[in-house]
T-cell receptor
Framework: EDKVVQSPLSLVVHEGDTVTLNCSYE??????LLWYKQEKKAPTFLFML????IEKKSGRLSSILDKKELFSILNITATQTGDSAIYLC??????????????FGKGTKLTVNP | DAGVIQSPRHEVTEMGQEVTLRCKPI?????LFWYRQTMMRGLELLIY????????DSGMPEDRFSAKMPNASFSTLKIQPSEPRDSAVYFC?????????????FGDGTRLSIL
């Protein structure tokens, strides 16, 4: 069964800290790994990773994938209170060529205190 | 650009009633996904469609749940009869399905409470 495990489940930091969120997975056929940020409503897309070792970066957020060790990390530098959210990791199995269902982890709840 | 649009935003009803959730995907997207989110189980896929055809409904809990996609711009998820354990946030997501992996984009969800 395809599985995604995120750690830690929750994290409390102070503004300005750097955080690393972890995601490990087991999947029969891997297509992509995605990170989403969920505040009060919809999960919003952050990154999609398909290749090992290539860092994706957007402002203070960055992510990298290791397909050999089956994990990904999401880094947030100089955290701000607006970064407080649940961060979801999802894996898209299948090499079928079309969109496939995502398997989500339970998420990491990040709280950034002023 | 309009994102995925879901309605209603909130629904409160008594057990045994029929519930219909609606979704309009992003224009041009050809895959549509229905998810359910609870504290205990997180985000779970219920069913997804590709080009309006149901591809995988293995996540649908039981026969009380049904989903349709009559055209490329509309889908419904129906629960009949509803039960208190169906209370959750239901999300619809859409993406463009092609050779290159594309991210799914989510609507704001419907918060369903069955009393």
């Amino acid at each position: 069964e395809d599985k995604v495990v995120q750690s830690p489940l929750s994290l409390v930091v102070h503004e300005g800290d750097t955080v690393t969120l972890n995601c490990s997975y087991e999947v029969t056929n891997f297509r992509s790994l995605l990170w989403y940020k969920q505040e009060k409503k919809a999960p919003t897309f952050l990154f999609m990773l398909t290749s090992s070792g290539i860092e994706k970066k957007s402002g203070r957020l960055s992510s990298i994938l290791d397909k050999k060790e089956l994990f990904s990390i999401l880094n947030i530098t100089a955290t701000q209170t607006g970064d407080s959210a649940i961060y979801l990791c999802a894996v898209e199995p299948s090499l079928g060529g079309g969109s496939e269902k995502l398997v989500f982890g339970k998420g990491t709840k990040l709280t950034v205190n002023p | 650009d309009a994102g995925v649009i879901q309605s209603p935003r909130h629904e409160v009803t008594e057990m045994g009633q029929e519930v219909t959730l609606r979704c309009k995907p992003i224009s041009g997207h050809n895959s549509l996904f229905w998810y359910r989110q609870t504290m205990m189980r997180g985000l779970e896929l219920l069913i997804y469609f590709n080009n309006n055809v149901p591809i995988d409904d293995s996540g649908m809990p039981e026969d009380r749940f049904s989903a349709k996609m009559p055209n490329a711009s509309f889908s419904t998820l129906k629960i009949q009869p509803s039960e208190p354990r169906d209370s959750a946030v239901y999300f619809c997501a859409s993406s463009f399905s092609g050779r290159k992996a594309q991210p799914q984009h989510f609507g704001d969800g419907t918060r369903l409470s069955i009393l």
